[in-house]
């Protein structure tokens, strides 16, 4: 349907959907002290601005509003329509208490048996 709008009713178009992306989007991923707005946010990559942020590669962190969530590592980033497309090569929930390298029976008690 955009091929047959004028080019700048296109391109309107096309900056208040960005817009309207970044001001819903509370998702942000800090690379270092660098922040950067996440416009989408897929199980393999994210997709930025190409106007703020740079063609990321390495380890970065992934928020949404205070919470860190996962914690990414990116490999390749293009870009793609003015938006930055990263791919992760491998992303990991962050958990707030430790993993445990044994497995908890769901009837085991939680606590000291009273001596009788």
């Known amino acids: 349907m955009l091929e047959f709008l004028p080019k700048d009713i296109e391109e309107g178009l096309i900056a208040g959907t960005r817009r309207d992306q970044k001001r819903r989007s509370r998702l942000r991923v800090q690379v270092g002290?660098?922040?950067?707005?996440?416009l989408r946010l897929w199980e393999d990559g994210l997709a930025l601005d190409a106007e703020f942020a740079p063609q990321l590669r390495g380890f970065v962190d992934v928020y949404d509003g205070a919470n860190h969530i996962l914690q990414a590592l990116i490999v390749t980033s293009t870009l793609e329509n003015g938006q930055v497309i990263c791919e992760f090569k491998?992303?990991?929930?962050?958990?707030?208490?430790?993993?445990?390298?044994f497995i908890q029976d769901e009837d085991a008690p939680v606590g000291y048996l009273p001596r009788n």
């Open 33 to 38: 002290e660098a922040v950067f707005p996440i």
């Open 90 to 101: 491998r992303s990991t929930p962050v958990m707030e208490t430790p993993p445990r390298d």
